[in-house]
C-alpha cells in the first residue's frame, strides 16, 4: 500500500513539475524560414496571394494527403481565405493585409487555440530570384497552447521544417510553370501592313537581345512624347539573320495609325505594305523563339511555299513583360513572307 502511495506521489510530483514547466515557458513564439526563389517577385506574389495554389506546394498536405481543403467563395487578396480539415483538427487561414508585390499579413487560427500571425516578405535580387521570408508568430498564449507545443516538441520543431519544405516547393513549382510554352504555327494568312516609326541597327546575334531592349523604348518613348497614336504592339523586323557569321540587321518598330514625319535623325517613318504570310504563334518565353522561328521554316519548306527574298520577317510583342511578369504567359507573333 505504502509503494502505492509513493507511486502516485512520484506521479504527482511529476504532474506538478511538468505543469511548472509549461506554465515559465514563453508566452508568445516566433518562427522564421527564408529561401531565395528562383522566379521575380511578382511570379511569387501572384502565386500566393491566391490560395487556390497553396495545396500544390503545402508540406502539410504532402504528409498527410487525406487533408479536406476547402476554399472559400474568395481566394485572392484581402479578404480571401480557405480551411482545412485533417486528424489533429480543423484551422483556417484568411489574408488581412497586402502590399503587391512585396508582402502579405495573414491570420491562421487553428481549433480553439489563439489566432496566428503570418508575414511573407519579398525581396527582390538583382539577377531576378526573390529572397523570400515566411513567418509566423502568436503572443498571450494559454496554458493548454503552451501545453500543446511542448509536448509536440515545441513550434520551431513543429513549423520549420514544413516552411523549409513548402518553400522549397514552391520554387520548383515556379520554376516549372515559367518554363511551360507552346508553338503554334496558324499557317498562311494575311497580313494587313501599317505605318510604323522604327530605328535600325546591326549587332551578333549573341547581342540581340540587349540591343532589341535599348532600342524598342526609345521609339515608343517617342511616340508618346509626341502624343502619336500606336496601331497595335511593338514588333521588329528582321533584314538580315546571319547565325554562321553571328550577325544580325533589324528595325525595332511601333506601329502607327497614319504616315508620321519624325522630327529626330535616330526615328524613321517606314511603311508596310498588305502581304502574304506564314503566321506562327509562341506562348512563353522569349529564349524559345528560336525554336519557333525553325519550325515556321519547316512549315513553309514542308507544303511547298517560297520565302519572298525582300519580304518582312518580323517579331510582333504582343504582350508587355512589364505587366505579365510570369514568361509563361508572353505572346509572341511572327510572321514570315511567302510569295503569292
Not at 509513493?6 to 529561401?35: D, H, K, M, T, W
Not at 519579398?122 to 523570400?132: A, F, H, Q, W
Request: proline content about 5%.
Amino acid at each position: 500500500m505504502k509503494t502505492f502511495k509513493y507511486i502516485l506521489f512520484l506521479i504527482l510530483i511529476l504532474i506538478i513539475g511538468l505543469a511548472i514547466y509549461i506554465a515559465v515557458q514563453p508566452n508568445s513564439f516566433e518562427v522564421e524560414r527564408s529561401r531565395t526563389i528562383n522566379a521575380p517577385a511578382a511570379v511569387v506574389y501572384e502565386n500566393i496571394i491566391d490560395f487556390k495554389n497553396w495545396e500544390a506546394w503545402s508540406s502539410w498536405v504532402e504528409e498527410k494527403p487525406e487533408t479536406i481543403i476547402t476554399l472559400s467563395d474568395k481566394t485572392i487578396g484581402v479578404g480571401g481565405s480557405y480551411s482545412w480539415k485533417d486528424e489533429d483538427g480543423v484551422g483556417t487561414m484568411k489574408t488581412v493585409d497586402t502590399k503587391p508585390m512585396k508582402s502579405l499579413s495573414q491570420e491562421m487560427q487553428f481549433g480553439d487555440f489563439p489566432k496566428s500571425d503570418i508575414t511573407w516578405n519579398l525581396i527582390p535580387n538583382k539577377d531576378g530570384s526573390t529572397e523570400v521570408k515566411w513567418n509566423i508568430s502568436g503572443k498571450d498564449l494559454p496554458f493548454d497552447f503552451k501545453m500543446f507545443s511542448t509536448l509536440m516538441g515545441g513550434m520551431e520543431k513543429q513549423i520549420g521544417p514544413h516552411f523549409e519544405r513548402g518553400l522549397e516547393k514552391l520554387d520548383s513549382i515556379l520554376v516549372a510553370d515559367m518554363k511551360k510554352y507552346s508553338v503554334t504555327i496558324e499557317g498562311v494568312t494575311q497580313h494587313s501592313g501599317d505605318f510604323y516609326l522604327y530605328n535600325t541597327a546591326s549587332c551578333k546575334m549573341s547581342d540581340f537581345k540587349e540591343k532589341m531592349q535599348e532600342m524598342l523604348p526609345i521609339v515608343g518613348a517617342y511616340a508618346m512624347t509626341n502624343n502619336i497614336s500606336k496601331a497595335g504592339k511593338p514588333f521588329v523586323i528582321y533584314h538580315k539573320w546571319d547565325p554562321e557569321n553571328d550577325a544580325v540587321m533589324f528595325s525595332c518598330c511601333v506601329p502607327t495609325t497614319s504616315k508620321i514625319i519624325a522630327t529626330e535623325d535616330d526615328i524613321i517613318t517606314g511603311q508596310l505594305e498588305p502581304f502574304k504570310t506564314v503566321k506562327t504563334i509562341l506562348k512563353g518565353d522569349y529564349e524559345n523563339l528560336q525554336e519557333a522561328w525553325s519550325k515556321t521554316m519547316t512549315y513553309i519548306t514542308t507544303n511547298n511555299l517560297e520565302q519572298t527574298e525582300t519580304g518582312p520577317m518580323i517579331e510582333s510583342y504582343v504582350t508587355d513583360p512589364m505587366s505579365h511578369p510570369n514568361p509563361a504567359d508572353w505572346v509572341t507573333e511572327i510572321f514570315i513572307a511567302v510569295k503569292e
